[in-house]
């Protein structure tokens, strides 16, 4: 059983840089590809970046490409999004998912079914 915790959300200005973090447990992270998702206030939840399980793949929504980075370390069992200049639009509640399954950029559509989720972070981006 995979838990996911998430970390490292909180009050950031604009063009300010914040990373999350999203710690697994319960079993080998290896065995995952992750994707962090976001949902902002009213809005369907989207899709941010995917990782495969070796972190040699990866996906970013095209309105974060440039901005974001993802990352993992499967030793340290946790998956990063690294997110610089930050603009209003990006404040959501940020989730991590994960799924045992082959990398596909598929994975980041939000009705594609990962398995499991974390209880998510809040970005908030204001001045």
């Known amino acids: 059983q995979l838990q996911l915790v998430e970390s490292g959300g909180g009050l950031v200005q604009p063009g300010g840089s914040l990373t999350l973090s999203c710690a697994a447990s319960g079993s080998l992270l290896d065995y995952y590809s992750v994707g962090w998702f976001r949902q902002a206030p009213g809005k369907e939840r989207e899709g941010v970046s995917c990782i495969s399980k070796n972190g040699a793949s990866t996906y970013y929504n095209e309105s974060v490409n440039g901005r974001f980075t993802i990352s993992r370390d499967n030793r340290k069992r946790t998956v990063y999004l690294h997110m610089n200049n930050l603009k209003p639009e990006d404040t959501a509640v940020y989730s991590c998912?994960?799924?045992?399954?082959?990398?596909?950029?598929?994975?980041?559509?939000?009705?594609?079914?990962?398995?499991?989720w974390g209880k998510g972070t809040l970005v908030t981006v204001a001045s």
């Open positions: 998912a994960a799924k045992d399954i082959w990398f596909s950029a598929s994975m980041c559509w939000p009705d594609y079914g990962m398995d499991y």
